[in-house]
């Protein structure tokens, strides 16, 4: 059974920063890519950053420049630096990743718990 644990969420001022982080354990042969998703109150799931296994990175245009996306291969653990937090990146924040369970099934998309980031102004 895979799990996805997500970390380092809390309360912070605005121009804060924090740092999450999602490890995944369980009978994983790889993972490909992993990513950082939020949800505000009434609003829909929507896509922060992803990165691939080789280090590639994506970001959606209203945290470029102030989030960043990392990752730990030999760790199965993905990281999201945030700085310069702002009221509207409150959110519950979710991380994903693709996992191979053995080599030649496809691979799942799993899911963490999920993690609350409020930023107070």
């Known amino acids: 059974q895979v799990q996805l644990v997500e970390s380092g969420g809390g309360l912070v001022q605005a121009g804060g920063s924090l740092r999450l982080s999602c490890a995944a354990s369980?009978?994983?042969?790889?993972?490909?890519?992993m990513g950082w998703y939020r949800q505000a109150p009434g609003k829909q799931r929507e896509l922060v950053a992803t990165?691939?296994?080789?280090?590639?990175?994506n970001y959606a245009y209203s945290v470029k420049g102030r989030f960043t996306i990392s990752r730990d291969n030999a760790k199965n653990t993905v990281y999201l630096q945030m700085n310069s937090l702002k009221p509207e990146d409150t959110a519950v924040y979710y991380c994903n990743a693709d996992i191979l369970l053995q080599r030649y099934l496809p691979q799942y998309t799993y899911w963490g718990q999920g993690t609350q980031v409020t930023v107070s102004s």
């Open positions: 369980g009978s994983i042969f790889s993972i490909n890519a």
């Open positions: 990165i691939t296994r080789g280090g590639s990175t």
